[in-house]
């Protein structure tokens, strides 16, 4: 299961130095403030950079009963395609400002408008250049530039039966013991034993 595609190495949060490691998949959401949590427990403490038999990649992991959602995970994918360089710091800058885009903060906003939000804040949180031209839908329904990656993601998550964010694999398996409320040492007390 967790095997990432060339082209979404970035993906992986880390790089682990043991020829043989452990994969944490992580399945997030980007408007969910437990997954905002588990993120900041991650990746801001330094979780991630502490293990070097384990390697922990994201995955989305979107909730459509937030639209939103989609558009921030959208405008994640197109970070990941045009400066992943810039990933993480992105993701992170998401999970942090998520409040600005909960449901009653976006209401009244088109989707464009949304993207608009979201590449202004990368823009000046990240420095990043995204176009939002880019976002706009083509003909039909035919989506945006990103659709396709878009839908990649979705049908993974569907696939492992992944309903809820966060959910958390290790090594190919769900690990419903694994919460968004664990703090380091938990994490730590977890991943020694593996």
Known sequence: MSSLAPKYAMYALNKPTDQLYHTIDLFL???CPFSAKMW????ENNVLSSYK???????HQIQPWHAQSTLLHTALIAVAKHHSEKFQKAASVL?????EFFDAQVKELTFLQIYEKAIQLLKKECEISLD?????????NSGNSF???LKYHIKY?????????????VNGLEEPSISSSWTNEQWKEFLTKL
């Not at 038999?53 to 995955?59: E, H, K, M, S, T």
């Open 132 to 140: 939002i031209d880019q976002f706009k839908v083509g003909q039909g």
């Open 29 to 31: 959401d980007l408007t």
């Open 157 to 169: 998550a569907r696939k492992h039966a992944v309903h809820v964010s966060p959910t958390v694999f």
């Open 95 to 99: 999970f942090n400002y998520q409040q």
């Open 40 to 43: 900041k427990t991650l990746v």
């Open 147 to 149: 659709v396709d990656d």
């Open 53 to 59: 038999n384990v390697q922990f990649i994201f995955r």
